[in-house]
């Protein structure tokens, strides 16, 4: 029975689409670790006109499963080449100081009760990473927001510098507003005007979009890291200067989701558990965010709700470098090697065998890149950061035809070659027999046998033939 085109069409989509859906997966029981971090969302372009990009509303996307293994390796790869750059070129690995700021809201303001984790936080920070930590708590004895932007102002001026690490963090309430665009921070969910005395009410709220405004600022030397274990946190993912600055986002919850409050399945619970986890492993071990991140997510009590990792930079790509936290050594200075910041940036493409490298190759790229640069004034090396590895593109049909023609042109070269060698007249020296003429009695093998008899030298040559009008009878 003939089918129409149409049906013939429906019947192959219907085929493919059952295909598809059994295909195996090839990485069965494997956790898969993305390092994924989004530009941009573009509105579909329809009959009106083209697409209207959106930098306020970052959403996320699906890279493939290959895409995913592979740049876990990279992120493996770039964590081991920074340990082996800073090891071989004497540099510091972390950070020369490092300062946390957590911010949460007074007591008699807070209906999330978040002062047991806060204070955890840090006395973790202070006593194992040995970075200088405050808690700010917010009132309404005083505009909150007031409170809020001078208390990151104050934080700035007391620890920023180029080889230093600011920490912003923030745990309570949270809410997105549409209308403004911000998030705001707040005490409680219920209506939070607050009687004061003589029958003044304050609102317990505060614009931490505002606030973080300062930590983008220009002017603001050090790499930032916020923090925010609250509602609504990765609404508000906006991207910022390009510089060399590093700022970084890790937030509780995703696009639109809500946080899980203090507790067991808490994100500042997760997060303590895991420093904590990471110390008693290795107690001078560095960690970067992307693994931090990680390793939360990879908690149990927070499958329901995992949590995110933003660049908050112009340059927001997989292969951005990520903040590193380490714990500080105490009784050293820790910019005895520093090194200014360098001026510019020269970017090489090395072409390698592997589409991965090796701890034992990246040592040794490192130490002799160092050991090649590193001492000379005249090119003023100040560090070789790991940018990004890919994988090569696949070789297309133009390039195998390629191929196929200069491997066919080689060989036939090859053969001219050999049949001209054993063309040329064979002059051995004294007392020994030449190469040539060794390569040439050896081909002299695989001739036929007429050919071997005329060349056989150690036999008389043949007399010439007699015509029949000079024989004498």
Known sequence: MALSSSATAHAMDAMATEITSHVANPYPNKVIHADIRIQSIDDESGPSGPAIQSDERIGESKPSIADVVYQEKAADMRECWSKAIAKNMDLPEGYSSAAVLIIRWADALDDLKTGVEARELNTLFRERYHYKSNIVELDVQTKPQHQLESSVINFIR??????????????????????????????????????????????????????????????????????????????????????????????????????????????????????????????????????????????????????????????????????????????????????????????????????????????????????????????GLRRVDWVDIELAPPTTDFERVTFTYRAIAQWRRVVEKNKRMRGSPLVPKTGSVGASQKRTNEDADDLPEAKRRYLDTSQPPPSPPVSESSRID
């Not at 931490?208 to 930032?224: C, G």
């Not at 790509?317 to 200075?333: C, E, M, Y």
């Open 158 to 379: 007391d620890n920023d510098g180029p080889e230093n690490l600011l920490i912003v963090y923030y745990t309570g309430h949270g809410d997105y507003s549409e209308e403004r665009k911000c998030l705001e921070l707040t005490g409680s969910l219920r209506p939070n005007n607050v009687l004061l005395g003589r029958g003044f009410r304050k609102n317990a709220r505060a614009n931490w979009t505002k606030a973080e405004d300062r930590l983008r600022s220009e002017d603001v030397e050090s790499d930032v890291l916020t923090i925010l274990d609250t509602c609504y946190a990765s609404n508000f993912a906006k991207s910022g200067r390009e510089g060399q600055k590093k700022f970084e986002l890790l937030s509780a919850c995703a696009i639109d989701q809500l946080a899980e409050p203090p507790g067991d399945k808490s994100y500042t619970r997760a997060l303590i558990d895991a420093l904590k986890e990471l110390h008693t492993t290795d107690t001078e071990g560095a960690i970067s965010t992307f693994r931090l991140h990680q390793r939360i997510n990879m908690d149990e009590r927070r499958k329901d709700t995992p949590s995110q990792i933003w660049s908050r930079g112009k340059s927001t790509q997989h292969s951005d470098q990520h903040i590193v936290l380490a714990p500080l050594k105490l009784g050293t200075v820790n910019t005895s090697n520093w090194r200014p910041k360098p001026k510019g940036y020269l970017t090489l493409r090395f072409g390698l065998r592997d589409s991965t490298l090796s701890p034992e190759q990246i040592d040794f790229m490192t130490k002799n890149l160092a050991k090649a640069f590193g001492n000379k004034a005249l090119v």
